[in-house]
Protein backbone atom coordinates (compact mmCIF):
# COMPACT_ATOMS: atom_id res chain seq x y z
CA UNK A 1 0.00 0.00 0.00
CA UNK A 2 3.07 2.48 0.96
CA UNK A 3 4.38 1.38 -2.70
CA UNK A 4 1.20 2.68 -4.61
CA UNK A 5 0.58 5.61 -2.43
CA UNK A 6 4.15 6.80 -3.19
CA UNK A 7 3.46 6.13 -6.68
CA UNK A 8 0.27 8.21 -7.10
CA UNK A 9 1.57 11.26 -5.00
CA UNK A 10 4.75 10.77 -7.80
CA UNK A 11 2.13 10.57 -10.43
CA UNK A 12 0.30 13.80 -8.95
CA UNK A 13 3.37 15.49 -8.81
CA UNK A 14 4.20 14.61 -12.82
CA UNK A 15 1.05 15.82 -13.85
CA UNK A 16 0.33 19.24 -11.71
CA UNK A 17 4.16 19.75 -11.35
CA UNK A 18 4.98 19.45 -14.81
CA UNK A 19 4.99 23.10 -15.51
CA UNK A 20 7.40 23.67 -12.59
CA UNK A 21 9.51 21.40 -13.86
CA UNK A 22 9.75 21.18 -17.69
CA UNK A 23 8.56 24.79 -18.73
CA UNK A 24 11.64 26.99 -19.35
CA UNK A 25 11.50 28.29 -22.15
CA UNK A 26 9.44 31.04 -23.43
CA UNK A 27 9.35 31.56 -27.19
CA UNK A 28 7.34 35.02 -27.91
CA UNK A 29 7.72 37.91 -25.99
CA UNK A 30 7.09 39.06 -23.54
CA UNK A 31 5.48 41.91 -25.46
CA UNK A 32 3.17 45.28 -24.11
CA UNK A 33 -0.33 45.60 -24.74
CA UNK A 34 -2.88 48.62 -23.96
CA UNK A 35 -0.57 50.89 -22.31
CA UNK A 36 -2.73 53.02 -19.87
CA UNK A 37 -2.29 55.29 -17.26
CA UNK A 38 -2.79 53.27 -14.42
CA UNK A 39 -2.77 49.80 -16.59
CA UNK A 40 -1.27 47.40 -18.86
CA UNK A 41 -1.29 44.05 -20.70
CA UNK A 42 1.71 42.12 -20.57
CA UNK A 43 1.83 38.26 -23.07
CA UNK A 44 4.08 36.26 -23.86
CA UNK A 45 3.99 32.69 -25.14
CA UNK A 46 6.13 29.39 -23.45
CA UNK A 47 7.03 25.61 -24.83
CA UNK A 48 4.84 23.97 -22.59
CA UNK A 49 1.64 25.38 -21.06
CA UNK A 50 2.18 26.90 -17.32
CA UNK A 51 0.15 28.99 -14.70
CA UNK A 52 0.89 32.63 -15.30
CA UNK A 53 2.79 35.37 -13.06
CA UNK A 54 4.11 38.62 -13.36
CA UNK A 55 6.42 40.22 -10.48
CA UNK A 56 6.98 44.05 -10.77
CA UNK A 57 7.75 47.28 -9.12
CA UNK A 58 9.47 50.24 -9.58
CA UNK A 59 12.86 49.19 -7.95
CA UNK A 60 14.24 46.73 -10.40
CA UNK A 61 15.93 44.50 -7.28
CA UNK A 62 12.28 44.61 -5.85
CA UNK A 63 9.68 43.39 -7.84
CA UNK A 64 7.75 42.82 -4.99
CA UNK A 65 3.97 43.02 -6.55
CA UNK A 66 2.63 40.29 -8.37
CA UNK A 67 -0.41 39.51 -10.41
CA UNK A 68 -1.07 35.95 -11.48
CA UNK A 69 -3.85 33.64 -13.74
CA UNK A 70 -3.85 29.66 -12.20
CA UNK A 71 -5.27 28.98 -16.03
CA UNK A 72 -2.58 26.58 -17.34
CA UNK A 73 -1.74 27.58 -21.03
CA UNK A 74 1.03 28.65 -23.45
CA UNK A 75 -0.12 31.92 -24.42
CA UNK A 76 -0.17 33.93 -21.35
CA UNK A 77 -2.08 37.60 -20.21
CA UNK A 78 -1.62 39.08 -17.47
CA UNK A 79 -2.91 42.73 -16.96
CA UNK A 80 -1.83 44.90 -14.22
CA UNK A 81 -4.01 47.60 -12.44
CA UNK A 82 -3.61 50.22 -10.02
CA UNK A 83 -0.50 51.45 -11.63
CA UNK A 84 0.68 55.13 -10.76
CA UNK A 85 0.82 57.45 -13.89
CA UNK A 86 4.30 58.25 -15.69
CA UNK A 87 5.88 55.72 -14.03
CA UNK A 88 8.30 52.92 -14.60
CA UNK A 89 8.01 49.84 -13.78
CA UNK A 90 10.34 46.56 -14.17
CA UNK A 91 8.70 43.11 -14.21
CA UNK A 92 9.49 39.98 -14.72
CA UNK A 93 7.31 36.72 -16.28
CA UNK A 94 7.52 33.38 -15.86
CA UNK A 95 4.86 30.73 -14.07
CA UNK A 96 3.52 31.07 -10.14
CA UNK A 97 6.88 28.64 -9.12
CA UNK A 98 9.22 30.20 -11.54
CA UNK A 99 10.50 33.45 -13.07
CA UNK A 100 11.97 32.97 -16.84
CA UNK A 101 13.11 36.16 -17.25
CA UNK A 102 13.27 39.44 -15.91
CA UNK A 103 16.12 41.11 -16.65
CA UNK A 104 16.78 44.93 -17.32
CA UNK A 105 15.11 44.97 -20.45
CA UNK A 106 12.02 44.21 -19.03
CA UNK A 107 10.37 47.20 -18.23
CA UNK A 108 7.59 50.27 -19.02
CA UNK A 109 6.29 53.75 -18.45
CA UNK A 110 2.58 54.03 -17.98
CA UNK A 111 0.89 56.68 -19.87
CA UNK A 112 0.41 60.37 -18.57
CA UNK A 113 -3.07 61.18 -16.69
CA UNK A 114 -6.00 61.34 -19.25
CA UNK A 115 -5.57 64.63 -20.38
CA UNK A 116 -2.32 65.84 -19.22
CA UNK A 117 -0.09 67.75 -21.45
CA UNK A 118 3.40 65.83 -20.85
CA UNK A 119 5.29 64.86 -23.91
CA UNK A 120 4.59 61.50 -26.22
CA UNK A 121 6.70 60.09 -28.20
CA UNK A 122 5.52 58.08 -30.92
CA UNK A 123 7.42 55.47 -33.71
CA UNK A 124 5.08 54.42 -36.84
CA UNK A 125 6.41 51.90 -39.23
CA UNK A 126 4.38 50.61 -41.69
CA UNK A 127 4.92 47.58 -44.18
CA UNK A 128 7.81 46.24 -42.01
CA UNK A 129 6.75 42.97 -41.90
CA UNK A 130 9.83 40.99 -44.09
CA UNK A 131 11.89 39.86 -41.66
CA UNK A 132 15.35 41.36 -43.61
CA UNK A 133 17.95 43.30 -43.56
CA UNK A 134 15.95 46.69 -44.30
CA UNK A 135 13.85 45.63 -41.49
CA UNK A 136 16.40 45.63 -39.40
CA UNK A 137 18.37 49.01 -40.64
CA UNK A 138 14.61 50.51 -39.82
CA UNK A 139 14.84 49.16 -36.29
CA UNK A 140 18.61 50.03 -35.78
CA UNK A 141 17.88 53.12 -36.99
CA UNK A 142 15.26 53.90 -34.83
CA UNK A 143 17.11 52.19 -31.71
CA UNK A 144 20.28 54.85 -32.37
CA UNK A 145 18.13 58.06 -32.00
CA UNK A 146 16.11 56.60 -29.25
CA UNK A 147 19.46 56.06 -27.36
CA UNK A 148 20.76 59.84 -28.52
CA UNK A 149 17.26 61.61 -27.32
CA UNK A 150 15.10 59.24 -25.80
CA UNK A 151 13.04 56.52 -26.50
CA UNK A 152 9.37 56.19 -27.76
CA UNK A 153 6.43 55.51 -25.73
CA UNK A 154 4.28 53.81 -27.92
CA UNK A 155 4.92 51.98 -31.62
CA UNK A 156 1.85 52.11 -34.51
CA UNK A 157 1.74 49.57 -36.73
CA UNK A 158 0.53 51.21 -39.88
CA UNK A 159 -0.25 47.19 -41.58
CA UNK A 160 1.81 44.88 -43.34
CA UNK A 161 2.99 43.32 -40.36
CA UNK A 162 3.78 40.13 -41.64
CA UNK A 163 4.47 38.99 -45.16
CA UNK A 164 3.08 37.76 -47.32
CA UNK A 165 0.10 36.12 -45.44
CA UNK A 166 0.35 37.13 -41.67
CA UNK A 167 0.49 33.31 -40.40
CA UNK A 168 1.17 32.54 -36.86
CA UNK A 169 4.70 31.70 -37.95
CA UNK A 170 5.56 34.51 -40.39
CA UNK A 171 4.83 36.65 -37.24
CA UNK A 172 7.07 34.50 -35.11
CA UNK A 173 9.75 34.56 -37.98
CA UNK A 174 9.38 38.53 -39.23
CA UNK A 175 7.82 40.24 -36.33
CA UNK A 176 8.98 38.74 -32.92
CA UNK A 177 12.27 37.58 -34.15
CA UNK A 178 15.62 38.87 -32.20
CA UNK A 179 17.68 39.22 -35.27
CA UNK A 180 15.92 41.28 -37.95
CA UNK A 181 12.62 41.94 -35.95
CA UNK A 182 11.68 43.71 -32.45
CA UNK A 183 12.28 40.60 -30.06
CA UNK A 184 13.95 43.18 -27.63
CA UNK A 185 12.37 46.18 -28.63
CA UNK A 186 8.60 44.73 -27.75
CA UNK A 187 9.72 44.24 -23.74
CA UNK A 188 9.81 47.83 -23.17
CA UNK A 189 7.83 49.44 -25.95
CA UNK A 190 3.98 48.69 -26.18
CA UNK A 191 2.68 48.54 -29.48
CA UNK A 192 -0.92 49.70 -30.74
CA UNK A 193 -1.54 48.01 -34.56
CA UNK A 194 -3.54 48.33 -37.48
CA UNK A 195 -3.99 45.41 -40.07
CA UNK A 196 -3.10 45.02 -44.24
CA UNK A 197 -3.68 43.38 -46.56
CA UNK A 198 -1.31 40.98 -46.05
CA UNK A 199 -2.03 39.94 -42.81
CA UNK A 200 -5.75 39.62 -43.65
CA UNK A 201 -5.09 37.33 -45.85
CA UNK A 202 -4.84 34.63 -42.71
CA UNK A 203 -7.95 35.85 -41.58
CA UNK A 204 -10.51 36.96 -44.91
CA UNK A 205 -8.70 37.35 -48.00
CA UNK A 206 -9.99 40.23 -49.47
CA UNK A 207 -8.97 38.94 -53.24
CA UNK A 208 -11.20 36.21 -53.18
CA UNK A 209 -13.38 38.19 -52.04
CA UNK A 210 -13.94 38.17 -48.26
CA UNK A 211 -17.49 36.71 -47.83
CA UNK A 212 -17.51 36.35 -44.39
CA UNK A 213 -19.43 38.26 -41.49
CA UNK A 214 -16.44 40.36 -39.64
CA UNK A 215 -18.01 39.50 -36.30
CA UNK A 216 -16.85 36.34 -37.02
CA UNK A 217 -13.66 36.62 -38.22
CA UNK A 218 -10.06 34.87 -36.90
CA UNK A 219 -6.89 34.43 -36.98
CA UNK A 220 -3.23 35.12 -36.29
CA UNK A 221 -3.09 38.99 -35.79
CA UNK A 222 -6.42 39.14 -33.74
CA UNK A 223 -4.83 36.27 -31.52
CA UNK A 224 -1.30 38.45 -31.28
CA UNK A 225 -3.29 41.78 -30.20
CA UNK A 226 -4.89 42.64 -26.97
CA UNK A 227 -6.06 46.53 -28.10
CA UNK A 228 -8.83 48.35 -25.35
CA UNK A 229 -12.11 47.82 -27.04
CA UNK A 230 -14.34 48.36 -24.16
CA UNK A 231 -13.61 52.29 -23.58
CA UNK A 232 -11.46 51.17 -20.69
CA UNK A 233 -8.88 53.68 -22.62
CA UNK A 234 -10.93 56.51 -23.53
CA UNK A 235 -13.30 56.63 -26.34
CA UNK A 236 -16.19 54.57 -27.49
CA UNK A 237 -16.36 51.02 -26.79
CA UNK A 238 -15.99 48.67 -30.19
CA UNK A 239 -16.14 45.50 -28.90
CA UNK A 240 -14.12 44.33 -31.68
CA UNK A 241 -10.16 43.85 -32.30
CA UNK A 242 -10.98 44.69 -35.52
CA UNK A 243 -10.90 48.58 -34.68
CA UNK A 244 -10.40 50.51 -31.64
CA UNK A 245 -10.03 53.82 -30.24
CA UNK A 246 -7.72 54.83 -26.85
CA UNK A 247 -6.73 57.88 -25.02
CA UNK A 248 -2.65 58.36 -24.46
CA UNK A 249 -2.29 61.65 -22.38
CA UNK A 250 -3.87 64.49 -24.64
CA UNK A 251 -3.66 62.65 -27.68
CA UNK A 252 -7.09 60.57 -29.03
CA UNK A 253 -5.58 57.66 -31.36
CA UNK A 254 -8.29 55.85 -33.84
CA UNK A 255 -7.43 52.33 -34.84
CA UNK A 256 -9.29 51.78 -38.26
CA UNK A 257 -9.39 48.50 -40.58
CA UNK A 258 -9.14 49.16 -44.01
CA UNK A 259 -9.82 45.37 -45.33
CA UNK A 260 -12.91 44.95 -44.11
CA UNK A 261 -14.08 44.82 -47.68
CA UNK A 262 -16.96 42.16 -49.40
CA UNK A 263 -19.14 42.00 -52.80
CA UNK A 264 -22.04 40.82 -49.60
CA UNK A 265 -23.18 44.08 -48.50
CA UNK A 266 -23.76 43.37 -44.90
CA UNK A 267 -20.21 42.60 -44.64
CA UNK A 268 -19.19 45.45 -46.37
CA UNK A 269 -17.54 47.55 -43.72
CA UNK A 270 -15.25 49.83 -45.73
CA UNK A 271 -17.63 50.42 -48.53
CA UNK A 272 -15.59 49.15 -51.39
CA UNK A 273 -17.78 49.47 -54.63
CA UNK A 274 -20.41 51.92 -52.88
CA UNK A 275 -19.74 55.61 -53.99
CA UNK A 276 -22.48 56.76 -51.69
CA UNK A 277 -21.39 59.45 -49.44
CA UNK A 278 -24.05 58.12 -47.36
CA UNK A 279 -22.60 54.65 -46.80
CA UNK A 280 -22.45 53.39 -43.52
CA UNK A 281 -21.38 50.33 -41.60
CA UNK A 282 -21.19 49.28 -38.01
CA UNK A 283 -17.12 50.48 -38.31
CA UNK A 284 -18.24 53.96 -39.65
CA UNK A 285 -20.97 54.20 -37.34
CA UNK A 286 -18.61 53.85 -34.70
CA UNK A 287 -16.06 56.01 -35.55
CA UNK A 288 -19.14 58.65 -36.08
CA UNK A 289 -19.77 58.21 -32.31
CA UNK A 290 -16.22 58.03 -31.03
CA UNK A 291 -14.64 61.19 -33.17
CA UNK A 292 -18.01 62.96 -31.96
CA UNK A 293 -17.03 62.11 -28.51
CA UNK A 294 -13.47 62.74 -27.74
CA UNK A 295 -12.55 66.31 -26.25
CA UNK A 296 -8.20 65.29 -26.29
CA UNK A 297 -6.84 67.93 -27.56
CA UNK A 298 -4.74 66.13 -30.40
CA UNK A 299 -6.79 63.19 -32.92
CA UNK A 300 -4.77 60.72 -34.79
CA UNK A 301 -6.42 58.18 -37.12
CA UNK A 302 -4.43 55.12 -38.68
CA UNK A 303 -4.85 52.63 -41.17
CA UNK A 304 -3.05 50.68 -43.97
CA UNK A 305 -4.62 51.62 -47.13
CA UNK A 306 -3.00 55.18 -47.95
CA UNK A 307 -5.62 57.27 -49.43
CA UNK A 308 -3.26 59.64 -51.96
CA UNK A 309 -0.31 58.32 -53.30
CA UNK A 310 1.22 60.39 -55.83
CA UNK A 311 4.10 57.59 -57.22
CA UNK A 312 2.81 56.17 -60.53
CA UNK A 313 -0.94 57.14 -59.90
CA UNK A 314 -1.06 54.35 -57.23
CA UNK A 315 -4.81 55.74 -55.58
CA UNK A 316 -6.26 56.55 -59.15
CA UNK A 317 -6.00 53.17 -59.82
CA UNK A 318 -9.71 52.26 -59.08
CA UNK A 319 -9.84 48.63 -61.39
CA UNK A 320 -7.30 47.26 -58.17
CA UNK A 321 -6.56 49.50 -55.56
CA UNK A 322 -10.19 50.39 -55.04
CA UNK A 323 -9.35 50.52 -50.97
CA UNK A 324 -7.14 53.31 -51.39
CA UNK A 325 -10.33 54.42 -52.86
CA UNK A 326 -12.99 53.84 -50.61
CA UNK A 327 -10.61 54.97 -47.57
CA UNK A 328 -10.49 58.62 -49.04
CA UNK A 329 -14.56 58.35 -49.75
CA UNK A 330 -15.70 56.90 -46.43
CA UNK A 331 -13.19 58.19 -43.74
CA UNK A 332 -11.66 61.00 -44.50
CA UNK A 333 -14.78 63.18 -44.68
CA UNK A 334 -15.71 61.79 -41.17
CA UNK A 335 -12.32 62.85 -39.60
CA UNK A 336 -11.82 65.90 -41.47
CA UNK A 337 -15.10 67.01 -40.52
CA UNK A 338 -13.95 66.16 -36.70
CA UNK A 339 -10.96 67.90 -36.88
CA UNK A 340 -8.53 65.04 -37.47
CA UNK A 341 -4.98 66.36 -37.09
CA UNK A 342 -2.82 63.63 -38.61
CA UNK A 343 -3.77 60.14 -40.62
CA UNK A 344 -0.93 57.80 -40.81
CA UNK A 345 -1.07 54.94 -43.56
CA UNK A 346 1.00 52.49 -45.69
CA UNK A 347 0.44 50.35 -48.24
CA UNK A 348 2.08 52.43 -50.65
CA UNK A 349 5.96 50.83 -50.22
CA UNK A 350 7.24 54.62 -50.04
CA UNK A 351 7.35 57.76 -47.78
CA UNK A 352 4.58 60.49 -48.61
CA UNK A 353 3.74 63.93 -47.00
CA UNK A 354 0.42 66.11 -47.89
CA UNK A 355 0.57 69.43 -46.88
CA UNK A 356 -2.07 70.78 -44.58
CA UNK A 357 -5.22 69.39 -46.95
CA UNK A 358 -9.02 69.26 -46.49
CA UNK A 359 -11.89 67.93 -48.79
CA UNK A 360 -10.68 65.64 -51.52
CA UNK A 361 -12.18 62.89 -51.36
CA UNK A 362 -12.65 62.04 -55.26
CA UNK A 363 -9.63 60.95 -57.96
CA UNK A 364 -7.27 63.61 -58.42
CA UNK A 365 -9.01 65.49 -61.40
CA UNK A 366 -11.37 66.74 -58.57
CA UNK A 367 -8.50 68.66 -57.01
CA UNK A 368 -9.17 72.55 -56.47
CA UNK A 369 -6.26 75.14 -54.99
CA UNK A 370 -8.73 76.05 -51.77
CA UNK A 371 -8.57 72.15 -50.67
CA UNK A 372 -4.81 73.16 -49.52
CA UNK A 373 -5.11 74.92 -46.12
CA UNK A 374 -1.55 75.62 -45.47
CA UNK A 375 0.74 74.84 -48.87
CA UNK A 376 3.93 75.64 -47.32
CA UNK A 377 6.70 72.91 -46.24
CA UNK A 378 5.59 72.68 -42.71
CA UNK A 379 8.82 73.16 -41.82
CA UNK A 380 9.16 75.03 -38.63
CA UNK A 381 12.75 75.65 -39.00
CA UNK A 382 11.98 77.47 -41.90
CA UNK A 383 9.39 79.69 -40.63
CA UNK A 384 6.76 77.65 -42.07
CA UNK A 385 4.80 75.34 -39.47
CA UNK A 386 1.66 74.44 -39.90
CA UNK A 387 -0.92 76.42 -38.14
CA UNK A 388 -4.25 74.83 -36.73
CA UNK A 389 -6.49 77.29 -35.13
CA UNK A 390 -9.13 76.84 -32.60
CA UNK A 391 -11.24 79.30 -33.34
CA UNK A 392 -12.04 81.52 -35.76
CA UNK A 393 -12.76 80.95 -39.56
CA UNK A 394 -10.70 78.15 -39.54
CA UNK A 395 -11.17 76.64 -36.99
CA UNK A 396 -9.95 72.59 -36.76
CA UNK A 397 -9.32 72.88 -40.31
CA UNK A 398 -6.52 70.72 -42.15
CA UNK A 399 -5.44 67.58 -41.59
CA UNK A 400 -1.63 66.11 -42.81
CA UNK A 401 -1.54 63.02 -44.00
CA UNK A 402 1.30 60.36 -44.28
CA UNK A 403 2.28 57.50 -46.11
CA UNK A 404 5.14 55.38 -44.36
CA UNK A 405 5.33 51.86 -46.27
CA UNK A 406 8.70 51.41 -46.34
CA UNK A 407 9.80 50.02 -43.15
CA UNK A 408 11.09 46.65 -45.03
CA UNK A 409 10.06 46.95 -48.57
CA UNK A 410 10.49 49.99 -50.79
CA UNK A 411 9.46 50.66 -54.74
CA UNK A 412 11.87 51.53 -57.30
CA UNK A 413 12.34 55.11 -58.10
CA UNK A 414 9.57 56.80 -59.90
CA UNK A 415 8.69 60.91 -59.45
CA UNK A 416 5.70 61.35 -56.66
CA UNK A 417 3.19 63.96 -58.31
CA UNK A 418 0.01 64.40 -56.81
CA UNK A 419 -1.61 67.94 -55.90
CA UNK A 420 -1.89 67.44 -52.36
CA UNK A 421 1.38 65.88 -51.70
CA UNK A 422 4.46 67.91 -50.08
CA UNK A 423 7.27 65.28 -50.97
CA UNK A 424 8.17 62.22 -50.95
CA UNK A 425 11.10 59.34 -50.84
CA UNK A 426 11.00 56.11 -52.97
CA UNK A 427 13.80 54.10 -54.50
CA UNK A 428 15.46 50.81 -54.50
CA UNK A 429 16.80 51.29 -51.33
CA UNK A 430 14.84 53.88 -49.82
CA UNK A 431 13.75 52.85 -46.01
CA UNK A 432 12.58 54.09 -42.99
CA UNK A 433 10.00 55.06 -40.08
CA UNK A 434 8.60 58.46 -38.80
CA UNK A 435 9.22 59.28 -34.98
CA UNK A 436 6.58 61.68 -34.18
CA UNK A 437 6.61 63.93 -30.90
CA UNK A 438 3.37 65.44 -29.17
CA UNK A 439 4.07 68.10 -26.32
CA UNK A 440 1.10 70.68 -25.70
CA UNK A 441 -0.03 72.90 -28.50
CA UNK A 442 2.63 71.33 -30.87
CA UNK A 443 2.92 68.51 -32.96
CA UNK A 444 6.57 67.55 -34.67
CA UNK A 445 7.03 64.98 -37.07
CA UNK A 446 9.89 63.42 -38.55
CA UNK A 447 10.98 61.26 -41.29
CA UNK A 448 13.81 58.86 -40.29
CA UNK A 449 15.87 56.67 -42.79
CA UNK A 450 17.37 53.14 -41.99
CA UNK A 451 20.82 54.95 -42.67
CA UNK A 452 19.34 57.74 -39.47
CA UNK A 453 18.87 60.70 -41.66
CA UNK A 454 15.95 63.16 -41.09
CA UNK A 455 14.78 63.77 -44.55
CA UNK A 456 11.58 65.49 -43.74
CA UNK A 457 9.97 67.48 -41.10
CA UNK A 458 6.64 68.98 -40.14
CA UNK A 459 5.40 70.77 -37.12
CA UNK A 460 1.79 71.55 -36.32
CA UNK A 461 0.48 73.76 -33.76
CA UNK A 462 -2.95 74.40 -32.12
CA UNK A 463 -3.42 78.11 -31.36
CA UNK A 464 -6.08 80.67 -31.11
CA UNK A 465 -6.61 82.77 -33.91
CA UNK A 466 -7.32 85.80 -31.30
CA UNK A 467 -5.36 87.58 -28.24
CA UNK A 468 -1.86 86.43 -29.97
CA UNK A 469 0.30 89.50 -28.73
CA UNK A 470 2.39 89.63 -32.25
CA UNK A 471 0.80 87.14 -33.90
CA UNK A 472 0.78 87.69 -37.80
CA UNK A 473 -2.76 89.15 -39.25
CA UNK A 474 -2.17 86.07 -41.68
CA UNK A 475 -1.75 82.44 -40.94
CA UNK A 476 0.30 81.18 -43.68
CA UNK A 477 0.91 82.23 -47.46
CA UNK A 478 1.68 80.27 -50.62
CA UNK A 479 1.78 80.53 -54.16
CA UNK A 480 0.28 77.59 -56.74
CA UNK A 481 1.40 76.72 -59.12
CA UNK A 482 4.70 78.02 -59.25
CA UNK A 483 6.23 78.26 -62.23
CA UNK A 484 2.87 80.56 -63.13
CA UNK A 485 1.03 78.27 -65.46
CA UNK A 486 -0.06 79.72 -69.05
CA UNK A 487 1.22 83.57 -67.22
CA UNK A 488 -1.83 82.68 -64.50
CA UNK A 489 -1.25 82.09 -60.78
CA UNK A 490 -3.07 82.09 -57.22
CA UNK A 491 -1.78 83.15 -53.64
CA UNK A 492 -3.55 81.75 -51.18
CA UNK A 493 -3.42 83.31 -47.82
CA UNK A 494 -5.93 82.70 -44.17
CA UNK A 495 -6.46 86.15 -42.99
CA UNK A 496 -6.66 86.04 -38.72
CA UNK A 497 -7.95 89.46 -38.41
CA UNK A 498 -9.75 92.31 -40.37
CA UNK A 499 -7.00 93.80 -42.08
CA UNK A 500 -6.16 96.03 -44.99
CA UNK A 501 -4.63 93.70 -47.72
CA UNK A 502 -2.43 94.87 -50.56
CA UNK A 503 -0.93 92.53 -53.12
CA UNK A 504 1.35 93.54 -55.75
CA UNK A 505 3.75 92.50 -58.32
CA UNK A 506 7.41 93.48 -58.32
CA UNK A 507 10.31 92.86 -59.97
CA UNK A 508 13.69 91.43 -58.74
CA UNK A 509 15.16 95.31 -57.96
CA UNK A 510 11.44 95.73 -55.81
CA UNK A 511 9.87 98.27 -58.12
CA UNK A 512 6.11 97.53 -58.04
CA UNK A 513 4.88 96.65 -61.68
CA UNK A 514 0.96 96.04 -60.88
CA UNK A 515 -1.75 96.46 -57.67
CA UNK A 516 -3.61 93.43 -58.04
CA UNK A 517 -5.32 94.00 -54.32
CA UNK A 518 -5.71 96.78 -51.93
CA UNK A 519 -8.95 96.83 -49.70
CA UNK A 520 -10.12 95.60 -46.26
CA UNK A 521 -10.78 92.43 -45.76
CA UNK A 522 -12.63 90.29 -43.04
CA UNK A 523 -10.95 87.03 -41.60
CA UNK A 524 -11.40 84.04 -43.76
CA UNK A 525 -9.19 81.92 -46.10
CA UNK A 526 -8.61 83.59 -49.45
CA UNK A 527 -7.58 82.78 -53.00
CA UNK A 528 -6.77 85.62 -55.43
CA UNK A 529 -5.77 84.97 -58.77
CA UNK A 530 -3.14 86.84 -60.51
CA UNK A 531 -2.99 86.35 -64.34
CA UNK A 532 0.67 88.10 -64.55
CA UNK A 533 0.45 87.30 -68.70
CA UNK A 534 -2.79 89.60 -68.61
CA UNK A 535 -1.24 92.38 -66.80
CA UNK A 536 1.42 92.76 -69.54
CA UNK A 537 4.23 91.30 -67.62
CA UNK A 538 6.86 88.96 -69.65
CA UNK A 539 8.44 85.58 -68.88
CA UNK A 540 10.48 85.51 -66.05
CA UNK A 541 11.66 85.98 -62.57
CA UNK A 542 9.41 88.18 -60.11
CA UNK A 543 8.15 89.06 -56.71
CA UNK A 544 4.61 88.84 -55.30
CA UNK A 545 4.50 91.27 -52.14
CA UNK A 546 1.70 90.39 -49.43
CA UNK A 547 1.08 92.80 -47.54
CA UNK A 548 -1.51 92.68 -44.17
CA UNK A 549 -1.61 95.35 -41.67
CA UNK A 550 1.78 96.14 -42.44
CA UNK A 551 3.22 92.77 -41.75
CA UNK A 552 5.17 91.81 -45.28
CA UNK A 553 5.90 88.42 -47.25
CA UNK A 554 7.62 88.36 -50.07
CA UNK A 555 7.47 85.10 -52.39
CA UNK A 556 9.35 84.41 -55.70
CA UNK A 557 7.59 82.83 -58.87
CA UNK A 558 8.86 82.42 -61.91
CA UNK A 559 6.19 83.44 -64.96
CA UNK A 560 6.42 81.06 -68.04
CA UNK A 561 4.31 80.25 -71.17
Given at each position: ?365 AFTPDMIINGTSGNDLAGEAYIKYTDGPLADKGTVYVVEGNSSGSNGYSPIEHPVIYWGQACDTCYGSLVVDIEGDRLDARYLTAYGEVLDRF ?103
Amino acid sequence: MKRMFLASIILLLALGGATALYAQTIVRGPYLQSPGATSIIIRWRTDVATDSRVSYGTNISSKTQTADDFIVTTEHRIKLTGLAPRTKYYYSVGSISLALRGDSLLHFTTAPEPGSSAPVRLWAIGDFGHGNEAERLVRDSYLALAAAERPADLQLWLGDNAYQDGTDAEYQAKVFDSIYSFHHVFMNLPFAPSPGNHDWASICNWMDPCNTDPYLQTGPYLDIIDPPTEGELGGVPSHLKLFYSFDYGNIHFISLNSELGSLTPAYNWVGVFDNDTAFTSPMISWLKNDIASTDRKWIIAFWHQCPYSGQDNFTEQSSFQFFTFTTRRHFNPILERFGVDLVLTGHDHNYQRSYLINGLYDFKAAFTPDMIINGTSGNDLAGEAYIKYTDGPLADKGTVYVVEGNSSGSNGYSPIEHPVIYWGQACDTCYGSLVVDIEGDRLDARYLTAYGEVLDRFTILKQSSTGIAGAQPFGYADIYPNPAAGGQTSIRFSLMKKSNVRIDVLDLSGKSLRIFVNEIREPGNYRDVLNLKGAGISNGAYLIRLDCAGVVKVMKVMMGE
